[in-house]
T-cell receptor, first 114, second 112 residues
Framework: AQSVTQLGSHVSVSEGALVLLRCNYSSSVPPYLFWYVQYPNQGLQLLLKYTTGATLVKGINGFEAEFKKSETSFHLTKPSAHMSDAAEYFCAVTILTGANNLFFGTGTRLTVIP | DAMVIQNPRYQVTQFGKPVTLSCSQTLNHNVMYWYQQKSSQAPKLLFHYYDKDFNNEADTPDNFQSRRPNTSFCFLDIRSPGLGDAAMYLC???????????FGPGTRLTVT
């Protein structure tokens, strides 16, 4: 069975500092990996995805993530935090066999300190 | 712009009074999903339609039903809402299974 672990339910960074949100997955087959962002009282917006190919993927709003198979990780980074990045971030995984469900991590709330 | 639309954005219903939430999409996607999201939690999949094929999650209560009359629309029916059903309900679509999902803005349901 597949699962997702997001380390740190709350992360605080100063404006302009590096953002690092951690995601580790468990899957017996190659996964598809996603990062979503959710602003208060809004739906989820896709930031980026990894399916196959290049392991460093770039997304919207200056975010990127690197798929590291050996570490079963897909951490999300942004070089310089902006106030508008404050939101809830969800890592998610799906696999190409069996049920096509998207398995979400428990989320990380990012606070940006001015 | 192609998008996923949910109506209403906020819904208040009384304990035990049936309520229907609506989702429409202009993406022409084959798959439509309904999620329940409670405060500070990840979305929980209730069910999804792959075209007309309905797929219910094993732990979705019978109180929750869904209809998909055509490609564009999907409805979530809660037959007898309880206080524990108060949550954000998210509709999502994807072109096909395993592709990224596109979410609507959600409907926040309050049960009084």
């Amino acid at each position: 069975a597949q699962s997702v672990t997001q380390l740190g339910s709350h992360v605080s960074v100063s404006e302009g500092a590096l953002v690092l949100l951690r995601c580790n997955y468990s899957s017996s087959v190659p996964p598809y990996l996603f990062w979503y962002v959710q602003y208060p009282n809004q739906g989820l917006q896709l930031l980026l995805k990894y399916t196959t190919g290049a392991t460093l993927v770039k997304g919207i709003n200056g975010f990127e993530a690197e798929f590291k198979k050996s570490e079963t990780s897909f951490h999300l980074t942004k070089p310089s935090a902006h106030m508008s990045d404050a939101a809830e971030y969800f890592c998610a995984v799906t696999i190409l066999t069996g049920a096509n469900n998207l398995f979400f991590g428990t989320g990380t709330r990012l606070t940006v300190i001015p | 712009d192609a998008m996923v639309i949910q109506n209403p954005r906020y819904q208040v219903t009384q304990f035990g009074k049936p309520v229907t939430l609506s989702c429409s999409q202009t993406l022409n996607h084959n798959v439509m999903y309904w999620y329940q999201q409670k405060s500070s939690q990840a979305p929980k999949l209730l069910f999804h339609y792959y075209d007309k094929d309905f797929n219910n999650e094993a732990d979705t209560p019978d109180n929750f039903q869904s209809r998909r009359p055509n490609t564009s629309f999907c409805f979530l029916d809660i037959r007898s809402p309880g206080l524990g059903d108060a949550a954000m309900y998210l509709c999502a679509t994807s072109r096909d299974p395993y592709y990224e999902q596109y979410f609507g803005p959600g409907t926040r349901l309050t049960v009084t």
